[in-house]
């Protein structure tokens, strides 16, 4: 029983380490080709076989393998700087590039031990169509036609591609082609072809010159043409406008006066019976106005001899009227001062009533006079006595012989004193002169 168990156990490890260790997983973009003892299989992503398997060791009894890896995807060989001639032996070196894939990966395998050898198999393929088509064409027509060559080295190594289960995914390209060392055939070309290229430009431009200018030219004459064909056009449209323009302008200023002529006669037939019409009116208006004076005149001279026989009327009862008033003014006075001198006669008091009354009167007009004497005086009063009044009736002595007198004492006393006589120099009064009119 316990070396059943061990056997299991030791088992199940193999199975592990195998898991672990040996199983293999095919990348997306690769094949791999394992050889067993009884067959060949291939495992990858579009095999039928899958893309795991296990990697026993090639010297593991039964179960041992040996496998080789190869591309699924795209690979390029380029031959860069490969010398070759032309018929003529002319050296030259080119550079190709070609482009394949594995197209029967057990084939692949069996032809080559791994992908490096394939490559180089592959290369040395190139190497040989390449050399051949090229050694029997003219370097010229080499360079001239390089996409022709391109296919030709694809058609040539196709069929042989097949025996090592490789397809060409493009035709072989030829990138470039220049002189080998020590040679210049291929820069002659090449400056030949450029002249070449360039006289046919030249000569290309001036022919594309040339035409542009007959163009040019011909267009010109073309729309010179044009141009006197429009003017002449617009000429004989402007000259049937300004015909048509005349034309109506005239008629239209024969119509306007044909217009005005039988306006101006409807206008005179109107202003004829207007007049007529107004000469009626005048008359009628003449006649009644004429009436209407006489009525009027006849009216006004009865109001005339109405109004004066009025007036006279009014005259003589106004002055019935005025006499009448004058004589009883006249007679109102008398009367009054009958009755006033017979009141008077007969009242002693109211004789004294108006005596005094008189008196007042004759006091008020000479205080006025002496009012207006001081101020054409120009003299300051001083009243001392007992009140303004009294002192009033003293200034108005300055008016009599005895306000004279008082005065021109006072100024003599004044000029016996110092104080005095500077008073008096200060009004320009001296003392000789106040003594000759004293």
Avoid at 63 to 72: D, K, L, N
Avoid at 97 to 109: E, G, K, P, Q, Y
Avoid at 223 to 235: C, L, S, T
Avoid at 406 to 423: C, F, H, I, P, R
Wanted: net charge negative.
């Amino acid at each position: 029983m316990e070396f059943i168990i061990i056997g299991i156990i030791g088992f199940v490890t193999i199975s592990i380490i195998t898991a672990l260790f040996l199983r293999r997983v095919v990348e997306t973009n690769e094949v791999h080709i394992v050889q067993s003892t009884k067959n060949t299989k291939s495992y990858g992503k579009d095999t039928v076989n899958g893309n795991t398997y296990y990697d026993w060791p090639h010297w593991f009894p039964v179960v041992g393998v040996t496998r080789i890896v190869m591309p699924v995807s795209v690979f390029d060989l380029r031959l860069e700087g490969y010398e070759a001639y032309d018929v003529g032996r002319v050296p030259f070196v080119v550079d190709i590039v070609a482009f394949f894939r594995i197209d029967d990966s057990n084939m692949a395998a069996q032809r080559v031990e791994n992908f490096r050898e394939l490559q180089s198999q592959l290369l040395a393929i190139i190497q040989g169509a390449v050399r051949t088509i090229l050694a029997s064409h003219d370097i010229d027509k080499i360079m001239l036609e390089r996409s022709i060559y391109g296919e030709q080295f694809t058609l040539a190594v196709a069929e042989q591609l097949k025996s090592w289960g490789v397809v060409p995914v493009k035709n072989i390209e030829l990138m470039d082609i220049r002189d080998a060392e020590g040679n210049n055939v291929v820069h002659n070309i090449m400056e030949k072809k450029k002249s070449l290229i360039e006289m046919e430009s030249r000569i290309e431009v001036a022919n594309n010159m040339k035409r542009a200018q007959i163009a040019e030219i011909e267009a010109e004459r073309e729309r010179d043409v044009e141009d006197q064909i429009a003017q002449k056009v617009i000429g004989e449209t402007t000259a049937e406008k300004i015909k048509a323009v005349g034309i109506a302008n005239e008629q239209a200023s024969q119509d306007i006066k044909a217009q005005k002529k039988i306006t101006k006669e409807r206008e005179m037939a109107v202003l004829q019976v207007e007049q007529v019409r107004q000469a009626d009116i005048t008359r009628e208006a003449n006649v009644v106005k004429a009436d209407e004076d006489k009525q009027t005149t006849i009216i006004i001279a009865e109001g005339k001899l109405e109004e004066t026989k009025k007036e006279s009327e009014g005259i003589t009862i106004e002055g019935n009227a005025r006499a009448e008033a004058e004589k009883m003014m006249q007679l109102a006075p008398v009367k009054a001062q009958i009755v006033l001198a017979e009141e008077i006669g007969q009242n002693e008091g109211y004789q004294n009533y108006l005596i005094a009354i008189e008196n007042v009167s004759a006091n008020e007009n000479v205080g006025i006079e002496q009012a207006k004497a001081l101020t054409s005086a120009d003299v300051k009063i001083i009243a001392n006595t007992g009140n303004p009044v009294d002192g009033v009736t003293n200034v108005m002595e300055l008016f009599t012989s005895k306000g004279g007198t008082n005065v021109s004492a006072m100024l003599e006393g004044l000029a016996q004193s110092d104080k005095g006589k500077q008073l008096l120099d200060k009004f320009g009064i001296s003392q000789d002169k106040n003594e000759a009119e004293g």
